[in-house]
């Protein structure tokens, strides 16, 4: 009996154990099914919302489109923008020989080049020869930016040119930068100015003073230099120098008269450097001098003393 309660109770329990595991393993199989249809759930929701962003998407960019059309010319960057004008300082340096005689002849015809071009002469210079004549010499002219060439033309034509260099400065980036450091201080000072309108005390009127000074300054020394560019770009600086032919020293030929000239005149040297050289000294031995008879009569007066003194001891010895 005891036996048959036993294996009873042993099929009982391995039936439970097998419910068991039967149970379990449903509920996992339902589980997974059910993550499974969760992460497709999941996949449609991420594909439909972006199909959904896509949609979207194109439909803006399609509404842009139509309400703003890209035309040709907006196409092209910067087509727009104003074309800056280029500032170059031109300047020439030219050497030219003229014909003798002729020097102040070409320094009027140079001076004519310029003015009738509409410039004008900067400076002169002159020279002359041992002659007093005036054979060489510079002259500087202004003429207009848009003449230079023709300028320089003119002037290889009023001699027989020796030597000429051309150079050209261009400032375009610095006149485009002070243009815009000078925009940005007016729009600084008209700001001040309406908040000097605006102050109520002493004290901001006296900060916004002092400040409105410094923009003031700054404002000027802009417009200085826009001006000196704008000239030195306006007029072009030519610098000719001229000069007639250089006169050859005459060589001298041998002989014997010219060998007792040439000694002549090396003594005539040697003497006026030997009297150059006593004139220079002649203080000092003037001085030597007056040491020297100092000395002289320092010497006499005492060889005097001991000679008395000598004769009165005689006369003593003698009166003994």
Not at 63 to 82: C, R, V
Not at 125 to 131: G, I, K, R
Not at 179 to 190: I, M, P, T, V
Request: charged share 25%; proline share 2%.
């Amino acid at each position: 009996m005891r036996k048959k309660l036993f294996y009873i109770l042993v099929i009982l329990i391995l039936a439970a154990f097998t419910c068991s595991l039967i149970l379990i393993g449903c509920a996992q199989n339902k589980s997974s099914a059910a993550s499974v249809v969760v992460q497709e759930d999941a996949e449609a929701v991420k594909d439909s919302s972006r199909l959904a962003a896509s949609e979207t998407t194109a439909a803006a960019a399609a509404g842009f489109a139509e309400e703003q059309p890209i035309s040709q010319d907006q196409s092209q960057t910067g087509s727009n923008l104003p074309a800056v004008q280029p500032k170059i300082i031109k300047s020439a340096a030219a050497s030219i020989e003229v014909a003798k005689g002729t020097f102040e002849e070409s320094m009027v015809k140079v001076t004519k080049i310029a003015e009738l071009i509409g410039g004008y002469v900067s400076n002169t210079e002159s020279y002359s020869d041992a002659d007093g004549n005036l054979t060489s010499g510079r002259i500087i002219i202004r003429v207009p930016g848009e003449k230079f060439n023709n300028a320089v033309d003119e002037i290889k034509k009023a001699g027989e040119l020796k030597s000429i260099s051309i150079s050209g400065q261009d400032v375009t980036q610095e006149y485009v930068d002070l243009e815009s450091r000078l925009k940005n201080y007016e729009a600084q000072e008209k700001i001040l100015l309406d908040l000097m309108n605006k102050s109520t005390s002493v004290k901001d009127s006296v900060e916004v003073q002092r400040e409105l000074s410094n923009v003031q300054g700054e404002v000027e020394v802009i417009k200085g230099r826009m001006n000196y560019l704008d000239n030195m770009v306006g007029f072009s600086t030519i610098d000719v120098a001229i000069a007639e032919p250089a006169v050859a020293a005459p060589i001298e030929g041998g002989g014997f008269v010219n060998a007792v000239k040439r000694g002549a005149e090396g003594a005539i040297k040697v003497l006026n450097g030997l009297a150059f050289f006593l004139v220079a000294v002649s203080p000092l031995l003037v001085l030597a001098g007056i040491i020297l008879l100092i000395i002289w009569g320092s010497i006499r007066s005492r060889n005097k003393k001991r000679a008395a003194r000598k004769a009165a001891e005689a006369v003593k010895l003698g009166e003994k």
